[in-house]
């Protein structure tokens, strides 16, 4: 099942009743002018079960902890934003599957060329998915990429992966002037920093459920991030998050804010189409394979990560 992804960028009241996210508008319960009637039809009721990732955007934003336990309860992504509009922070459930230990355990346990050998995986998956975006989106010459592709190595200690990023995106926007990638450059990285967030709660979501460890990385290991396997996992993902900023920018050229429209269209990340396993799939639903497939390497009964192809 598909799960909502809901953003909240006005002021509300978030709340919990008979297991229904309700929304009370602070404007209307303020007014003694209104009715109470009026103000009973202005109540927005979710249920909680269909809620797979919620953004709270706004100051004026109150939430109940009972709401929050819920959400977390039904494994919920909560996201919190800056005065920039842009994700700054992110809760998940402390307890994902029942049976967390022993998940743990077989986690921790991976030995370093298993992790070398899935990052290998992670980082062809990536690059093959950054040349079909590469191809279709500008008709850029991809071949270099694809050998790259091909010759990656176990844990990628040519860095491979850093090489064909920087072909990427040299001719990923070549309507920006010397384009580089990075968190605070100029338009359009808010975008792409505002979509690969929304990837990064569903790709954590996922993880989580499976009963992993979202900060125990195969190969990120930044010892002040929370989500170094999330970060991991969400690598083969990103280029569908850039074919959907190629095509906004396209339409409506490079903002330098975020507006509503945009964030509407970056919140689509969620239910993106992709191929995974001979199948089409929403991304959310793909992130959860891709998450078990990763467990059962783990466990040892797989040596093979289920990625997305584009």
């Known amino acids: 099942m598909i ?78 934003c800056d005065k920039s509009h842009l994700p700054v922070g992110l809760m ?25 050998q899935l ?4 980082v062809q998956a990536k690059i093959g998915n950054q040349a079909v975006v590469l191809e279709k989106c500008r008709g850029s010459e991809v071949g270099n990429m694809q050998k790259w592709q091909k010759e990656v190595r176990s844990g990628d200690p040519d860095n491979l992966e850093g090489r064909a990023a920087a072909y990427y995106w040299k001719n990923m926007f070549p309507d920006v002037e010397d384009f580089t990638r990075e968190r605070e450059g100029t338009s359009p990285n808010n975008l792409l920093n505002y979509g690969y967030a929304i990837l990064r709660a569903v790709v954590a979501r996922a993880l989580v459920a499976s009963g992993m460890l979202p900060t125990l990385g195969i190969h990120h290991h930044n010892r002040y991030n ?33 507006t509503p429209d945009i964030k509407r269209v970056m919140l689509s990340v969620p239910v993106l189409d992709v191929r995974i396993n001979g199948q089409r799939s929403p991304l959310m639903l793909a992130a959860g394979q891709t998450a078990a497939s990763l467990y059962r390497c783990f466990t040892g009964e797989s040596r093979k990560i289920i990625y997305p192809e584009k």
Request: glycine letters at 2%.
């Open 3 to 80: 799960k909502r992804t809901l953003c909240f960028s006005n002021p509300a009241y978030l709340s919990l009743k008979n297991e229904q996210l309700v929304i009370k508008l602070p404007q209307v319960e303020k007014n003694n002018d209104l009715s109470d009637s009026f103000k009973a039809d202005t109540v927005r009721t979710i249920p909680i079960e269909d809620t797979g990732v919620v953004v709270l955007d706004h100051k004026q934003i109150t939430i109940t902890q009972g709401l929050m336990e819920a959400l977390l309860e039904n494994n919920c992504a909560v996201i919190t």
């Open 92 to 116: 998940l459930p402390l307890a994902g599957n029942t049976t967390q230990n022993e998940r743990f355990r077989c986690q921790l346990d991976a030995s370093l060329p298993l992790k070398k």
């Open 119 to 122: 990052w290998q995986q992670t």
């Open 226 to 258: 929370a989500y170094c396997l999330a970060d991991d996992i969400m690598e083969p993902y990103r280029p569908y998050v850039d074919a959907l900023v190629v095509d906004y920018t396209n339409e409506n050229g490079y903002p330098d804010e975020l």
